[in-house]
């Protein structure tokens, strides 16, 4: 959106249709909250800081909860805006250190926590995957939009590597690969995808279709920082 989310798994950020249609060819705190063999953020122990004009707005981390088994956690602030661009940078970081940071001071103060849910399926465009079955209660993470990630590395022009759809509580992925360390920038589309369908058919009708799809929806944590979840 993770996160991407930085889907990181920011990601996950993710981070989703108005317009026109989109142009194609762009060269329980301790319980598993992804059953996907991959998330929007790159697996491992990483945290994920988002900006939004140079400020910090949220931050995820994705690894191993105590079970072994892989979770994302997203915290935004007050101040972060769901349909703004923003740039996920991602480092290691363990999970305690993660939590510490955005559970202590004066900036994290009114922050909304959240445990993300994603379900990877295979990009069939003959049978695209149908739409996502989030529980009540569930956010995207992203405002209702469409979105392009790339990596924003200094002095090369930026090569897209996820498009991302959101509605309702749903977040929609096609990646290439997921957001790793390094910084990635996140901007808004324009002209949009009109639907679900019409996003899987315009990421299908790329020269090279991305390789892994998959949805993501958030549930709000209130009491994140008070419960075990490292």
């Not at 959240?114 to 009540?136: I, M, N, S, W």
Request: net charge negative.
């Amino acid at each position: 959106m993770r996160v991407i989310s930085l889907l990181f798994g920011l990601t996950a950020i993710t981070l989703v249709g108005v317009g026109c249609v989109a142009q194609t060819g762009d060269t329980g705190a301790d319980e598993s909250v992804g059953v996907a063999s991959q998330a929007q953020l790159d697996p491992g122990t990483k945290q994920y800081t988002i900006a939004q004009s140079g400020i910090t707005v949220a931050s995820a981390w994705a690894g191993p909860n105590g079970a072994g088994l892989p979770v994302e956690y997203w915290v935004s602030k007050a101040s972060y805006s769901p349909t703004a661009a923003r740039t996920f940078t991602g480092a290691g970081q363990t999970c305690a250190n993660w939590k510490r940071s955005v559970c202590s001071g004066s900036a994290w103060t009114g922050a909304t926590y959240y445990k993300a849910t994603y379900v990877e399926t295979p990009l069939d465009c003959a049978f695209p995957p149908g739409p996502c079955a989030p529980p009540a209660g569930a956010v995207s993470f992203l405002g209702s939009g469409s979105y392009r990630t790339a990596m924003a590395t200094v002095g090369v022009p930026p090569v897209p590597f996820a498009w991302t759809y959101a509605t309702g509580s749903c977040e929609y992925w096609a990646n290439n690969h997921t957001i790793s360390t390094g910084t990635s920038a996140q901007s808004p589309l324009s002209p949009a995808y009109t639907s679900l369908s019409q996003f899987e058919s315009s990421v299908c009708a790329m020269s090279t279709p991305p390789t892994t799809f998959y949805t993501s929806y958030y549930e709000p944590v209130a009491d994140f920082c008070s419960i075990p979840t490292c």
